[in-house]
């Protein structure tokens, strides 16, 4: 889990140094990170404060992602080519 976590991160700030190819990467890992978290949040059954800070996560991650692929992202990606 470790390797995965600072493969996470490399791929994280090769993104935010202009390579497109590490950002739809970043996109594909969190997108797979929110399937583990959400199916983990359905099949635990867990307490309202779990469940509560789950959801405020995922909407935190996906806002994240959707910030990546905004048009001024895109612009800033596509001047970097």
């Given at each position: 889990i470790l390797g995965v976590a600072l493969l996470y991160l490399v791929f994280g700030f090769l993104a935010f140094t202009g390579r497109n190819w590490a950002r739809i990467t970043t996109a594909v890992?969190?997108?797979?990170?929110?399937?583990?978290?959400?199916?983990?949040?359905?099949?635990?059954?867990?307490?309202?404060?779990?469940?509560?800070?789950?959801?405020v996560l995922l909407v935190l991650i996906l806002g994240a992602v959707a910030i990546l692929f905004s048009p001024g992202a895109n612009a800033w990606y596509a001047a970097r080519r």
């Open positions: 890992l969190t997108g797979g990170f929110v399937l583990l978290l959400a199916s983990g949040l359905v099949v635990s059954g867990g307490a309202i404060d779990t469940i509560t800070l789950a959801s």
